[in-house]
């Protein structure tokens, strides 16, 4: 398997602009996680799903972000409109179970929003 | 207060000496420790998983907790410049329950 996929691996956009960023689990991991890393606040999870379904999304900071997981080997995470504070990098991860388990990691995009 | 708190660093020490990483965390009901590496510009991979109290070897690693406590640690033995990454401890309730990061530890080892 190839791994946790995502793209772009940067995006360079202005301030708002609509920013979509695309995630392709692992087969068969029934579980994919959204996270933002920065310097200041760490890893952060923004939201989760459970065979496609949104389980908790009680970390998205803002209406502006939105994330949706239309079939097992697909998601995306929006940003409309973006601000110079969305700068970060996001990470896709996936994993078979929620808790006890190993989450696999995308390489992230690397967001900047001038 | 943080669930999980870990010092950012950074942290630099000469190669082969030997490096402790630590967390400590409020919640009494983690049962699944984890500490996880992230080097630059990649995405965090796990590296050692500890259930519940005591310690657990894997090469030059070390994972220990101590759930009376409320702290974990990660020793490094005779610490390489390719051990130069982000440490990430994590840890969860249950199967069932989300997986809380903290904010990462950041490494050098100096040749």
């Known amino acids: 398997d190839a791994g946790v996929i995502q793209s772009p691996r940067h995006e360079v956009t202005e301030m708002g602009q609509e920013v979509t960023l695309r995630c392709k689990p692992i087969?068969?991991?029934?579980?994919l996680f959204w996270y933002r890393q920065t310097m200041m606040r760490g890893l952060e999870l923004l939201i989760y799903f459970n065979n496609n379904v949104p389980i908790d999304d009680s970390g998205m900071p803002e209406d502006r972000f939105s994330a949706k997981m239309p079939n097992a080997s697909f998601s995306t995470l929006k940003i409309q409109p973006s601000e110079p504070r969305d700068s970060a990098v996001y990470f896709c991860a996936s994993s078979s179970l929620l808790g006890d388990n190993e989450q696999f990691f995308g390489p992230g995009t690397r967001l900047t929003v001038l | 207060q943080k669930e999980v708190e870990q010092d950012p660093g950074p942290l630099s020490v000469p190669e082969g000496a030997i490096v402790s990483l630590n967390c400590t965390y409020s919640n009494s009901a983690f049962q699944y420790f984890m500490w996880y590496r992230q080097y630059s510009r990649k995405g965090p991979e796990l590296l050692m998983y500890t259930y519940s109290s005591g310690n657990k070897e894997d090469g030059r690693f070390t994972a220990q907790v101590d759930k009376s406590s409320k702290y974990i640690s990660l020793f490094i033995r005779d610490s390489q410049p390719s051990d130069s990454a982000t440490y990430l401890c994590?840890?969860?309730?249950?199967?069932?329950?989300?997986?809380?990061f903290g904010s990462g530890t950041r490494l050098s080892i100096r040749p």
């Open positions: 994590a840890m969860s309730a249950s199967s069932a329950s989300k997986i809380i």
């Open positions: 087969s068969g991991h029934d579980y």
